[in-house]
């Protein structure tokens, strides 16, 4: 099983790499950013001990199509994808926020919930609701953005009053949001699918703020299928849904949620495949496209990977 788990990269102009959970992304002259999305996966704020196969790739060639489809919305970052694993684009000052915007009650939001919680992120939640139930209008949940260890709920009237974000540009990365998720929701619909929630980065670049990392992918969003939703919800039962939610799910049945004394689960190469085909079952619906395993013919994903930026970045020179 070929999956790419680590990079170390010495690319021309290269001033840093910031080794991610999931991404590793090369800083070129404080002009550029090579992010390149590996085949790790995380849970609970932990990588898990072996790569997925074909994860990169997904999730590179997800968001580059979806920041194409939402650029008339708000700019973007991205310049090119030189490799199905990587993505080019502009260097940008990130806020330290990551805005999460929730269709359904669902995820983390109901385990919390479902314990009582009904104030989330500074937004007020009605009695008497019910796992998977629509909000009446999708609400939007930050979190600060860590990084290492939990990213936190916090409300919009934090953000503000810590200065972690200006009124002003929250009021426009707010509105970016609900704009951006509205679009994912429509073009989710058309494939039979629903958007149920998502995150959303956003950075500054020269004053001007940019919709930046990643877009509408399994590790950043939750799809549940449409044909069958409503009569699962009336039932009480589980939604078929294409997320990376199916693996803390799986995590959670295994004990483990990276609490103190709790010890990771092994990951079989046929759990590590079927999770691999999770993630294209999700490419193909939410793409409409086939997805291509070519690359799986070269040994050497890291050498690939090298050729292609540094023939990219020399037409940047």
């Keep these: 099983m070929k999956a790419l788990t680590r990079t170390d990269f010495h690319f021309e102009g290269q001033k840093s790499v910031y080794h991610g959970k999931v991404r590793d992304v090369y800083n070129i002259n404080d002009e550029l950013m090579v992010m390149v999305a590996t085949d790790r996966i995380s849970a609970f704020d932990v ?4 790569g997925i196969p074909f994860k990169g790739q997904v999730l590179n060639q997800i968001a580059a199509k979806f920041l194409d489809a939402t650029s008339d919305i708000c700019p973007n970052w991205k310049l090119a994808t030189p490799d199905p694993m990587v993505t080019v684009g502009l260097k940008c000052e990130g806020f330290r926020v990551e805005m999460i915007i929730r269709s359904i009650l669902t995820g983390s939001a109901w385990r919390a919930y479902k314990e009582g919680c009904r104030e989330l992120c500074g937004v007020k939640l009605p009695d008497g609701m019910r796992e998977n139930q629509k909000f009446p209008k999708p609400i939007i949940t930050p979190t600060t953005k860590a990084d290492e260890g939990h990213d936190l709920n ?12 200006s009124a002003e ?6 509105d970016y949001t609900r704009k951006l998720f509205a679009r994912g929701q429509e073009i989710a619909a058309k494939r039979g699918l629903i958007l149920v929630d998502t995150k959303y980065e956003f950075g500054k670049r020269s004053g001007k703020i940019y919709l930046i990392d990643e877009i509408h992918t399994p590790d950043s969003s939750r799809y549940f299928y449409a044909d069958g939703y409503d009569e699962k919800f009336k ?8 997320s990376k939610e199916f693996v803390r799910q799986w995590l959670i049945e295994n004990n483990f949620m990276n609490e103190p004394g709790q010890k990771m689960p092994e990951i ?12 294209i079952e999700l490419y193909e ?5 086939s997805f291509n395993k070519s690359i799986e013919k070269e040994g050497d994903i890291a050498g690939r990977i090298e050729r292609n930026v540094c023939e990219y970045l020399k037409t940047r020179r």
Excluded: N, W
């Design 235 to 242: 039932k009480g039962e589980p939604q078929k849904q294409l």
């Design 47 to 50: 990588i898990l001990p072996k």
């Design 154 to 165: 916090i409300s919009r009237e934090e953000i503000i009053s810590q200065g972690l974000v």
């Design 268 to 279: 079989t190469d046929q759990y590590a495949e079927s999770v691999s085909q999770r993630y």
């Design 169 to 174: 540009d929250y009021a426009v990365i707010e």
């Design 285 to 289: 619906h939410i793409t409409g496209e």
